[in-house]
């Protein structure tokens, strides 16, 4: 496997736990305001409120954790990222860049005086 399609998988590993991690966070916040209706509620009992509430941390672990994990994944990604940049930078000719600038302003103007 080339380097460039692991880099590319790891994109994509990143993606789907940022999605993932979304999805509980909308999960958390929707137990948090449930067990706070529970604990409005005067016919709710306390050991209903306090399963909730248990529901809630243990979402919140989950996404502790998921948050950890993609600390890891990003920074490798990142550090994929900052070299490929550096060497993109190091090895494209200046006069390449400008030579390819002239020539789409060259057909830019072409086309504009042929209207």
Do not use: H, P, W
Not at 37 to 66: M, P, T
Request: proline share 0%; net charge negative.
């Amino acid at each position: 496997m080339k380097f460039d399609d692991l880099a590319r998988k790891q994109y994509d590993d990143i993606a789907n736990l940022s999605i993932l991690l979304k999805n509980y966070v909308d999960s958390y916040r929707l137990l948090i305001g449930g067990a706070s209706e529970l604990y409005n509620v005067n016919i709710a009992k306390k050991s209903e409120v306090k399963k909730a509430l248990e529901r809630v941390d243990q979402v919140g672990d989950l996404i502790d954790r998921l948050i950890n994990t993609l600390d890891k994944c990003e920074g490798a990604y990142l550090k994929y990222c900052k070299i490929k940049n550096d060497y993109i930078i190091v090895s494209t000719e200046k006069d390449k860049i400008f030579t390819e600038i002239d020539n789409e302003l060259n057909l830019q103007n072409s086309e504009i005086r042929e209207l």
